[in-house]
């Protein structure tokens, strides 16, 4: 979970390796208000949104250009998952033992 109290997500990342399967990165988004952080307007647009560009060309000035295609090349890799799925789920307090 991030410690910024002005980050909007609370993300829980874990991979998951049962006996005999092959190994599951599992990523679970805590909504606060529930489904409807899922709507699209539901967080106010940025009137000022960076460049396009410029998380490339940081990312590139702070560790250059080799970094950047390395890590290019992984997010391509990346690409060729062999699968993706999604669930949503609604925590029941009532119903949970956490």
Same mark, same amino acid.
């Given at each position: 979970?991030?410690?910024?109290?002005?980050?909007?997500?609370?993300?829980?990342?874990?991979? @998951?390796?049962? @006996?005999?399967?092959?190994?599951?990165?599992?990523?679970?988004?805590?909504?606060?208000?529930?489904?409807?952080?899922?709507?699209?307007?539901?967080?106010?647009?940025?009137?000022?949104?960076?460049?396009?560009?410029?998380?490339?060309?940081?990312?590139?000035?702070?560790?250059? @250009?080799?970094?950047?295609?390395?890590?290019?090349?992984?997010?391509?890799?990346?690409?060729?998952?062999?699968?993706?799925?999604?669930?949503?789920?609604i925590l029941r307090k009532?119903?949970?033992? @956490?």
């Open positions: 979970m991030n410690a910024n109290p002005t980050f909007r997500f609370s993300n829980n990342t874990y991979v @998951q390796i049962l @006996q005999g399967t092959k190994s599951v990165i599992v990523s679970v988004r805590n909504l606060k208000d529930g489904f409807k952080e899922l709507d699209g307007n539901y967080f106010p647009r940025n009137p000022n949104p960076p460049a396009p560009t410029l998380f490339k060309d940081t990312y590139i000035k702070d560790y250059g @250009q080799e970094a950047w295609d390395a890590r290019s090349k992984l997010l391509d890799d990346n690409a060729n998952i062999e699968s993706r799925e999604s669930f949503l789920m009532d119903l949970s033992s @956490q």
